[in-house]
């Protein structure tokens, strides 16, 4: 029974960096359409922000959150101006996303690689190497904060939707992008916006990742298929299902791991998009996809 | 006269493509219900979408109150005080009504009596109190159609556009799409409406305007353009036998 407990504890405490990790790219493809393949890499960069804050100068990576979120999203703007923007109003706007981002993703690798080397890095603040013990259970404290912080961000970004007035001018372009406009919304704004918001989680979440896994420059692409299955499964462009997949899928990967070893854990999230494409396609909280 | 909005000769179509309006003029006049009425691809549509900022005015002048709409973005047009329902899904399914209410004023700038407005709005049209948390896009055509008109009026513009707002609806349904309109009419909105049809637009309206190849073929007192020879002709193919 305690070991039970010891994996779905571990299991949870990923989740909710996963649940970070997948809740930006899931508010850009919301509102905008964008499947940006280049999070994950956007993610690496936040992760390399942390590293360089906490290499140099000692910073811990919680302090640097901030730091990289504010890089990361302004980043974003850049992104957005220079790619997608003039491309909005194309019909093919989601497919050219995909290239676009791809390609996005392959340069972000390459400066990286450039600046960093392809070397694993790790930050190692003490709470990383650190755990709690309840009875025989231990909770890895690293993966504690990360997922506590990763829960607050969420939170917080969860109540800036429901109630605040942009979070509103957010969901009903990403409901309604005509009907919005029509009501005064400033949707080319709004999806700057989103999509800044999207990539300044995205570094946010990469500080965390930081001392929670090891990384390297090209180790995105194994972020990409995971960060996809938790979208997927919890419906494209609902946050909510993103979270919720986010627990399901760690608890259930830290059971895989456990019985049958680490490398069939990575396959738990492959499975999973399979499968779901396959049984439910729109996801836990999806619309049904339109037959048209 | 004194107009309030003022179509002339307005050229206009989609993106690169060729024009859908060809000379179509308009004249608005304060506190009627206006009915646009035409043939399919007449254009009826597309001119509510020039008007309000959504397709370029290639040509031609819009002016509210003598002043120029031209260039404006649909929230510019907005923040002038015209209001423009589109055809079919003009909500936020998986908003609440009450927050569909609330987009509704989104572009005011002073929000203090907002909640106020949407009370006065849920005490004329009850049903939007009843389903007031309620996703909108799990109520009935006709309730969904009531809140995207119910929504206009939270800012009291001058002018509210309606596309086709009886389309897809149930015969029963239509006339309460009407008697919204003229709600609306009462509290001193102007209204302009494109309707598929004819008959039904033009006896809930004060002024019908035909629109025939993207331009305007004539305009006059509902009544008389009803009885007008030309609108048989338009509809059936040709001139009623004496």
């Known amino acids: 029974m305690a070991e039970i407990i010891q ?12 649940a970070l990790m997948g809740s930006g790219l899931s508010l850009v493809f919301g509102v905008m359409r964008i499947v940006n393949l280049a999070h994950p890499s956007l993610i690496m960069g936040g992760a390399y922000v942390a590293y360089w804050g906490f290499r140099l100068y000692g910073i811990d990576p919680l302090i640097m959150l901030p730091v990289a979120a504010v890089i990361l999203a302004a980043t974003g703007v850049i992104l957005y101006k220079l790619f997608f923007e003039r491309e909005a109003r194309s019909a093919k706007y989601s497919e050219m996303t995909v290239l676009l981002t791809f390609a996005v993703a392959m340069i972000l690798e390459g400066g990286l690689a450039t600046a960093f080397t392809n070397t694993q ?24 904060y990360a997922g ?24 009903a372009t990403t409901q309604n992008r005509e009907a919005a406009e029509l009501l005064g919304v400033n949707v080319n704004f709004v999806g700057l916006a989103s999509f800044a918001i999207g990539v300044g989680l995205a570094g946010a979440a990469g500080t965390l990742v930081s001392f929670v896994f090891s990384f390297y420059p090209s180790k995105h692409w194994e972020w990409i298929a995971v960060l996809m299955s938790l979208v997927v499964l919890g419906g494209m462009g609902s946050i909510l299902g993103t979270v919720v997949a986010s627990f399901l899928l760690s608890v259930i990967a830290a059971f895989v791991g456990y019985y049958f070893g680490a490398t069939w854990s990575t396959l738990t999230f492959y499975i999973a998009l399979f499968v779901v494409l396959l049984v439910r396609p729109q996801g836990l909280f999806g619309e049904k996809p339109e037959l048209a | 006269m004194n107009e309030l909005l003022e179509v002339r000769d307005v050229v206009a179509g989609y993106g690169d493509g060729p024009a859908i ?67 079919e899904r003009a909500l936020f399914p998986k908003m609440t009504v009450r927050e569909n209410l609330r987009m509704g004023g989104f572009s005011l700038e002073d929000k203090s009596d907002l909640e106020e407005r949407i009370d006065e709005i849920e005490e004329r ?57 003229h709600v609306m009419a009462e509290t001193g909105i102007t209204v302009l409406i494109v309707e598929q049809n004819a008959l039904m637009g033009l006896k809930n309206a004060d002024w019908g305007v035909v629109l025939d190849l993207g331009r305007t073929l004539f305009e006059g007192p509902a009544d008389e353009v009803l009885a007008d020879p030309r609108i048989q002709e338009l509809y059936l193919g040709g001139k009623k036998a004496a």
């Open chain 1, 7 to 18: 994996i779905v504890v571990l299991g949870l405490a990923l989740g909710g960096v996963y």
């Open chain 1, 121 to 144: 890095r790790v930050t190692s603040p003490e709470y990383a190497t650190d755990a709690f013990f309840i009875g025989s259970v231990f909770i890895p404290k690293g993966q504690l």
């Open chain 1, 148 to 171: 506590i912080v990763s829960l607050v961000l969420i939170g917080g970004l969860a109540l800036f939707l429901k109630f605040s007035r942009f979070g509103y001018a957010i969901r």
């Open chain 2, 21 to 87: 309006l060809n000379g179509a003029s308009l004249k608005v006049q304060p506190g009627k219900v206006h009915c646009i009425i035409g043939p399919n691809g007449a254009g009826k549509s597309t001119l509510l979408k020039a008007i309000c900022g959504m397709l370029k005015v290639r040509q031609g002048d819009v002016k509210l109150r003598g002043e120029d709409l031209k260039g404006l973005r649909p929230d510019q047009v907005l923040k002038k005080g015209i209001c423009f329902v589109p055809q």
């Open chain 2, 125 to 181: 049209f009850p049903i939007l109190k009843e389903r007031r948390d309620q996703h909108a896009g799990t109520m009935s055509g006709g309730q969904q159609q009531t809140l995207s008109m119910a929504r206009t009026m939270i800012i009291r513009p001058d002018i509210v556009m309606l596309d086709e707002p009886s389309l897809g609806l149930a015969p029963k349904i239509v006339q309460e799409v009407f008697d919204i309109m």
